[in-house]
């Protein structure tokens, strides 16, 4: 299954606006069309992650026209090849809008989302992608921990992912490499020289997101992974949790590794 579009590029029309939309294309945004004639553009996200939301419609505001954000309910399901968790989400979109038709065409060529072929990667096109399905953990070598950054990229197949791989290392010169996970697929930057590379990019970015901080702050990771937490921090991821928080953001929150995690929370289920 082809997964980059071979079309040449198209300007969509939307001024400053793009590097900020193939950012969340290539994350968490769908487009969606109303035949032939416009498309609308739905980004969705956990409570916790509102502010986002709100700081993307802001740098968007002047091209995009945009309903009031609002509160939905998501059923638990799987959205172009990645999972969606159930639970009550943040949910921003646009009104149908006919400068956004050519933007459909060029992501969604036979209606599946795909990596254009002339994507065009900026710092703020990586950070949006990153704020929007990207984390930073660690691996485990031996005794030692080493950071690492795992941008999820199920829905673009290996052929896209490879595609993505590549045009880090062309554009900015970040070495990653592609694994898959089970079903999933998914960019890895690995070792402390390519993650503060990656970081130093995405910072100026990111730093404007409060609630985005933690996904560029080095410091949290610790030399030596945690095992045990204490009552009040059990209490308060399992409140995190409960927002809608995903397992490997806690993981990172306080520190521990995703075993760890799912042991205080399994332990939640079953009291």
């Known amino acids: 299954m082809h997964t980059i579009h071979q079309k040449g590029r ?21 487009l969606e069309p109303y035949k032939e004639i416009s498309a609308r553009l739905q980004i969705r996200h956990q409570i916790a992650h509102a502010e986002y ?7 968007t505001s002047e091209s995009l026209r945009w309903y009031e954000p609002s ?29 956004l038709v050519k933007a459909r065409k060029r992501w969604y060529p036979e209606s599946k989302k795909i990596v254009p072929s002339d994507l065009v990667l900026t710092p ?44 880090l290392l062309e554009t900015f010169g970040i070495k990653s490499s592609v694994h898959q996970n089970r079903a999933s697929w998914q960019i890895a930057v690995s070792g402390r020289t390519q993650v503060e590379k990656f970081v130093k990019l995405v910072s100026p970015t990111v730093s404007q997101v409060a609630c985005m901080r933690y996904k560029i702050d080095l410091s949290r990771l610790p030399e030596r992974e945690r095992k045990h937490l204490t009552e009040a921090e059990v209490k308060e991821m399992r409140s995190m949790r409960a927002a809608g928080m995903k397992l490997r953001q806690l993981a990172l929150q306080f520190q521990v590794g ?14």
């Not at 509160?71 to 400068?99: D, F, L, N, P």
């Open 53 to 59: 939301n709100l700081w993307f419609m802001e740098k």
């Open 124 to 167: 703020e096109t990586v950070a949006v992608w990153y704020m929007d399905d990207g984390s930073l953990g660690f691996s485990r070598p031996v005794k030692n921990l080493s950071p690492v950054i795992v941008l999820y990229t199920a829905g673009f197949g290996k052929e896209g992912s490879l595609f993505l791989s590549q045009l």
């Open 10 to 30: 198209c300007d969509i029309g939307l001024e400053g606006t793009t590097p900020y939309l193939d950012g969340s294309l290539l994350g968490d945004g769908t």
């Open 71 to 99: 509160e939905v309910h998501q059923k638990g399901m799987k959205i172009e090849g990645r999972a969606i968790v159930s639970g009550r989400q943040h949910s921003i979109r646009t009104r149908y809008m006919m400068e």
């Open 258 to 271: 995703m075993t760890t995690v799912k042991k205080y929370i399994r332990k939640e289920k079953g009291a």
